[in-house]
């Protein structure tokens, strides 16, 4: 239930630390007793998204938190891009400067696969924890601004272009002014 609506095979055996043969059969009676489902190979999911939120309920705080920090230690370790569950799994475990690291990297592949949406909720996910980032800023900027949200790529311009100007680093200032004035003309604010 932790690992998230997909869970695949190789994680849940690495975060289990059951065998093979031992975790096919667990999840063999799960499947005959209808609560999850193979929806590909090696990939399960709950059959309804209440009984995952049942079970991942009646977990303790503790036992929520040790369960995503392994899951991101095994992701890591396997060397994931799947950014979005990396940043998922370090907010669970509390791991505040992964979920930074995993936003950055996560909203700048998902602009340039054209998961515009993807990328807008995890440079979101990252400014929460650090929103003076201005790597973020300029992604939150993107991404709001490809999904049609011009207020909100103007709000992220604006606190861009003031961090960059008082950090004092004229490259991300001319680059925040730039992209600002480009929104301000779209959304009709031509002076």
Not at 116 to 133: F, H, I, K, S, V
């Given at each position: 239930a932790i690992l998230g609506q997909r869970i695949a095979f190789d994680l849940l055996a690495a975060l289990t630390g059951l065998g093979e043969e031992q975790l096919v059969g667990v999840l063999r009676a799960l499947v005959g007793q209808a609560l999850i489902v193979e929806e590909d190979t090696d990939v399960f999911a709950f059959r309804h998204a209440l009984t995952r939120?049942?079970?991942?309920?009646?977990?303790?705080?503790?036992?929520?938190?040790?369960l995503h920090t392994k899951a991101l230690a095994a992701l890591q370790e396997s060397g994931s891009d799947d950014w979005a569950a990396l940043a998922y799994h370090a907010e669970g475990a509390n791991r505040w400067d992964d979920v930074?690291?995993?936003?950055?990297?996560?909203?700048?592949?998902?602009?340039?696969?054209?998961?515009?949406?993807?990328?807008?909720?995890?440079?979101?996910?990252?400014?929460?924890?650090?929103?003076?980032?201005l790597e973020l800023l300029e992604l939150a900027t993107r991404a709001a601004w490809s999904v049609g949200l011009p207020d909100s790529a103007i709000e992220r311009a604006e606190q861009w272009r003031r961090l960059a100007s008082a950090a004092g680093d004229d490259e991300a200032l001319s680059h925040a002014l730039r992209v600002l004035a480009r929104l301000r003309w779209e959304s009709g604010d031509v002076a």
């Open positions: 939120e049942a079970v991942a309920g009646r977990l303790l705080g503790r036992e929520r938190r040790r930074v690291i995993a936003a950055r990297a996560g909203a700048a592949s998902y602009l340039r696969t054209g998961a515009t949406y993807q990328a807008l909720r995890l440079a979101e996910m990252g400014l929460a924890e650090m929103d003076a980032d």
